[in-house]
């Protein structure tokens, strides 16, 4: 079975920091590219960070230097540390893993985790 499960998400004020955790399964986060995006208000969904399997990392310019994303392959999980928060990081953050077969890529996604910052 093919789960992202994400946590780690909640209330925060600005300046603060929370890391966000998702533990998917094994067999396809050690072959997949790992992503987060978020979701705000009345915009659209927007990818925030990703990891490659072999560990290359790329990060949108909004949160450049305030947002480290990693994975533990043993343990099946990607992370993002997310510091420095402001109340325009305020969005449902979710999970994504992206499998590139010969037939185009297979995006598996989680539920989403709620992060509000507070001013």
């Known amino acids: 079975q093919v789960q992202l499960v994400e946590s780690g998400g909640g209330l925060v004020q600005a300046g603060g920091s929370l890391r966000l955790s998702c533990a998917a399964s094994?067999?396809?986060?050690?072959?997949?590219?790992m992503n987060w995006y978020r979701q705000a208000p009345g915009k659209e969904r927007e990818l925030v960070a990703g990891?490659?399997?072999?560990?290359?990392?790329n990060y949108a310019d909004s949160v450049k230097g305030r947002f480290t994303i990693s994975r533990d392959n043993a343990k099946g999980t990607v992370y993002l540390q997310m510091n420095s928060l402001i109340p325009e990081d305020t969005a449902v953050y979710y999970c994504?893993?992206?499998?590139?077969?010969?037939?185009?890529?297979?995006?598996?996604w989680g539920q989403g985790t709620q992060v509000t910052v507070s001013s």
């Open positions: 994504n893993a992206r499998s590139f077969i010969p037939l185009g890529p297979i995006d598996y």
């Open positions: 094994r067999s396809i986060f050690s072959i997949n590219t």
């Open positions: 990891i490659t399997s072999g560990g290359s990392t």
